[in-house]
């Protein structure tokens, strides 16, 4: 099976535009979790759809959102980009049944805000 | 809320040496916990995972057991190798859910 893919790999904007990464995960899998990864923060947790519908959401403002499509592809966008947005963005996915706690990591986008 | 502390690194190890990586955790109920890999340039990799009280997750050498007494999850290896230098996260997720908090990382280095 292939892995997580996520896309764009790198990405360089400017403060105050907005940026939509995007996510495909295992092929059978529809949970989709997004995490941010940074060197002062660590990893945290961003947000989790699963069949198209937020599960759990992280503290984090309004301005990071996403949302999930019929075949469990995933997008995350961030709106007006700050400095501190600056980071790793990793997306995982989950299966269902007895192993679904277990997530399997994309290698990520990072996001440089200049 | 939930917390998950690991000691802080680098830990500089010879090869051969014995690996043991701390990880204690706060969490209510019963969480499973985890333990994850990073390799420089890359995304995580589930290490190993333990889902209830005196379970022993193993791989590739690496053996953690998850104790409710200490809320403890102690990454040790008796052999580390050169390639075995990553960042180690130790990691839980509350019952029922596959949402991770993880503690701050320790990265290993081991020198031939």
């Known amino acids: 099976k292939a892995g997580v893919t996520q896309t764009p790999r790198y990405l360089i904007k400017t403060r105050g535009q907005q940026v939509t990464l995007s996510c495909s995960p295992i092929?059978?899998?529809?949970?989709v979790s997004w995490y941010q990864q940074t060197p002062g923060q660590g990893l945290q947790f961003l947000f989790e759809y699963f069949s198209e519908t937020q599960r759990n959401k992280g503290n984090f403002p309004g301005r990071f959102s996403g949302r999930q499509f019929s075949n469990s592809r995933s997008e995350m966008n961030v709106s007006t980009l700050e400095l501190g947005d600056s980071a790793l963005y990793l997306c995982a996915s989950s299966p269902i049944g007895d192993s679904y706690n277990e997530q399997f990591f994309g290698p990520g986008t990072r996001l440089t805000v200049l | 809320g939930d917390s998950v502390t690991q000691m802080e690194g680098p830990v500089t190890l010879s090869e051969e040496a014995f690996l043991t990586i701390n990880c204690t955790y706060t969490a209510t109920g019963y969480p499973s916990l985890f333990w994850y890999v990073q390799y420089p340039g890359e995304g995580l990799q589930l290490l190993l995972k333990?889902?209830?009280?005196?379970d022993k997750g193993s791989n590739k050498g690496f053996e953690a057991t998850y104790r409710k007494e200490t809320t403890s999850f102690h990454l040790e290896k008796g052999s580390v190798q050169v390639s075995d230098s990553a960042v180690y996260f130790c990691a839980l997720s509350p019952g029922g859910y596959s949402t991770l908090t993880f503690g701050k990382g320790t990265m290993l280095l081991v020198s031939p």
């Open positions: 333990a889902t209830k009280a005196d």
């Open positions: 092929s059978g899998h529809r949970s």
